[in-house]
């Protein structure tokens, strides 16, 4: 399961693709592709809006998640 979180995740990171594109990109099939989605939905705020898909190029409805910004402790070490 952690690898499909993992590979769902940088599908998605500030790039709208479609579930459809997900799916395939993923090879995972739909149902595996929300139970990801939903696991990246309790640490990540996921978009789904209607839009342009990366993937495909067609206009759908797309997910996609916002990079997590680091956190302070982690931008004071690079200092």
Do not use: N, W
Not at 25 to 46: D, H, M, N, Y
Not at 51 to 67: A, I, P
């Amino acid at each position: 399961m952690h690898d499909t979180v993992a590979v769902v995740s940088a599908l998605i990171v500030e790039r709208p693709l479609c579930m459809l594109c997900i799916t395939e990109k993923s090879c995972l099939t739909p149902e595996e592709a929300s139970v990801a989605i939903g696991a990246i939905e309790r640490v990540l705020k996921i978009h789904r809006e209607p839009g342009r898909c990366r993937g495909c190029g067609l206009s759908r409805f797309v997910l996609y998640s916002d990079r997590p910004s680091r956190s302070p402790a982690h931008q004071r070490r690079l200092r």
